[in-house]
């Protein structure tokens, strides 16, 4: 037989979700609280000022606000005073665009792009993609997305105002050749060609030339595959093409050089707040002593530089192209309470032989010099000249 609950148990019952209710409305709202009780609601006085400051615009700004919307302000702006480039904070729905972009599929307009002063630089236009059928070239310069300029905006979250769901438009503002075009373009559900190769001929034999696009989730085991593939075909060497790949998660650029190096050190991250590490080769590598040349360009950034800097370092490759882009700085995803994340720069990577590839703090620095200098010329189409110097340097390691 139950028992009825007794009179105190009834009221508790009854009063446990309004003081709940009550406990999260005074947290938000601060001003209403005594000192003591603030300190414990809401945490010390920095937070508490801030939180009182979004009360009163909300409350007595002359129009109509959305607190979340303000909260998010808040916080981007907080990242922006920390004048890097690097770091972003990421809306729930920009954070949901870069975990898909991070996984090669996302709804976007099929570019990849680097961040310039001016907004975004692009790298690559993938065939048949939105941006291809809309004219967008290599060399251009996305100055506006959605009506919001990008000069001074860090890279993601760029890409993140070009993103949108499948079947909407986003108006963009190109520069060309000191012109300024607009395109308007419809996002579609892109597949991002992580690995494409190709073979070619270097002094008279067969190799295999292999791009990688991004070091994005699983990506070593596509790069993986296509070295099985060109070794069964019988190729005598690679060339690894890391132009215009302007990086992605650490721990696949130690899976890639891996690929490449048996064992040893590829890259030491080091953070005020995070432990420092050595990042070693991890198993056999898939391709073997097969002879290996690296192209790269000014594009090729980040988690591309420390597997470049790691290969030149172990004296495993030949590096071919122009100077890097030299990031020598790495940044953790921190994922925040309200769904969106924190992208920020937590530390500095050092290649096997104590090189940072970066500047002062957050700049740009030296990078990596190729051991050979070549560049495409974009005014002849039908040849490729780094790639053709690169094969050239091949055949004169088979």
Known sequence: MSRRPTTPTLVL???APCL???????GAHPRWLLDPVADVLVGNEDARVVAEALDEIEDSYFRE??????????????VRTLDDRFSAYFTPREYRAFQDATNSRFSGVGLAVRGVKRGLRV???????????????????????AGRSLAGRPEQASTALIKGPAGTAVTLRVRRDGRTLTKRVTRATISIPVVAGEAE?????????IALATFSSGAHGELATAIRRARDAGSKGIVLDLRGNGGGLVKEAQLVASAFL???????????TVPARTLEAIGQPVAGKLPLVVLVDGGTASASEIVAGALQDRDRATIVGTKTFGKGVFQEVIPLSNGGALDITVGQYFTPDGRNLGGSGTKTGDGIAAD??????????????ALQEALDVLARRL
Do not use: C, F, M, Q
């Open 13 to 15: 019952a009854v009063l």
């Open 20 to 26: 709940l209710v009550l406990g999260i409305w005074l």
């Open 65 to 78: 606000l959305d607190r979340t919307d303000l909260a998010n302000a808040a916080i981007a702006g907080a």
């Open 123 to 145: 790298e690559t236009v993938y065939d048949d993609s939105p941006a291809d059928r809309a004219g967008i070239r290599v060399g251009d310069i996305v100055t506006t997305a």
């Open 201 to 209: 001929r270097a002094g008279g034999e067969r190799v295999s030339h």
């Open 262 to 272: 048996a064992d040893g050190p590829i890259v030491t991250t080091k953070g005020r």
């Open 372 to 385: 050979v200098r070549a560049e495409d010329d974009p005014e002849t189409e039908e040849v490729d000249e």
